[in-house]
């Protein structure tokens, strides 16, 4: 079996080309789609239309969402509609990469985790953050009966990452089976994944990953405070090198309660870049996230 890789796409052309790359290095023989949502970014534009020699580009042009998210779970939703059978997918957006080669051992993994537990819904292929407190990382458990990392999560409080991700793999026929509708927000989507499956299961050896510090350009009403946050931790574009053999190795081979950590295998190809990586500007500094929620009220004030 092969995957179908969906890429959603908007106004990050040097985010999509390394995506997209990274596809055609490390998952050479398997399906890559592209949904753009809309962008009007010329460098990006220009980019689609070299990705469109050789791979589909579904372009989005009825935009009308004021979401942050855009119009990403409505093409979501298209991508999923599209696919008929019990296809395995793959969802990723244009800032993120495949940062290995995937095998047949992958794909084995894959299709027996999905025919064994029939209410498996969702994989997510990627690593864990350095940046993520020690508390939270603990909550991810290796179950050996089903070979992957599950999230413990026992608090009230509302949280993704326990039973859906925005990047994930599925299989089509589970979620059309379980008459699945993305809704706009990933809370939303993880409270419906709770009702139809189990905890969504992490793999001990992922293949995927966010870049780290990217722009952030779904929210076009960035705040002052965050567009400062961006400029003080140099947000841009930091592709991964692809991982080696004996890296690879040894992700596979180590414990299999130890939970992967992306800084602990990955190489950015800039290597100025602040470890721990970030993924939100705001987080490395106390004195901005302050800010902002300063500004927050501000604007609410005034309203």
Request: net charge positive; proline share 5%.
């Amino acid at each position: 079996m092969t995957l179908i890789f969906f890429v959603f796409s908007y106004n990050r052309g040097p985010h999509l080309k390394n995506c997209v790359e990274s596809l055609e290095n490390c998952a050479p023989d398997h399906q890559v789609i592209v949904y753009d949502d809309a962008s009007n970014d010329p460098e990006t534009q220009k980019i689609l239309n070299e990705i469109e020699k050789c791979h589909e580009v579904r372009r989005r042009d009825d935009k009308e969402s004021e979401n942050q998210h855009g119009a990403l779970y409505t093409n979501m939703q298209r991508a999923l509609n599209s696919v008929d059978g019990d296809e395995l997918i793959c969802f990723l957006q244009d800032d993120t990469q495949l940062v290995r080669r995937i095998d047949a051992e992958d794909i084995r993994l894959m299709e027996n985790y999905f025919e064994k537990f029939p209410t498996a819904g969702f994989l997510a292929p990627v690593f864990q953050k350095a940046i993520t407190r020690q508390r939270t990382l603990e909550r991810f458990v290796y179950y050996p009966e089903r070979d992957v990392f599950v999230c413990e999560h026992r608090s009230r409080k509302q949280v993704a990452g326990v039973y859906y991700s925005d990047i994930s793999i599925t299989r089509s026929d589970r979620l059309r089976n379980a008459n699945w509708q993305f809704i706009s927000g990933e809370f939303e989507n993880e409270q419906q994944a709770k009702t139809h499956f189990l905890e969504m299961g992490y793999l001990h050896a992922p293949f995927a990953m966010w870049l780290p510090n990217p722009p952030a350009y779904r929210n076009k009403k960035k705040s002052f405070t965050f567009q400062l946050a961006e400029i003080i931790n140099k947000a841009g574009f930091y592709p991964f090198h692809i991982m080696d053999n004996e890296t690879i190795r040894k992700l596979r081979q180590r414990p299999k309660s130890q939970v992967p950590i992306a800084e602990g295998y990955l190489i950015v190809a800039d290597k100025t870049l602040k470890s721990p990586w970030i993924y939100d500007p705001l987080r490395r500094y106390r004195l901005l996230r302050k800010l902002d929620k300063i500004e927050a009220l501000l604007r609410r004030y005034r309203r």
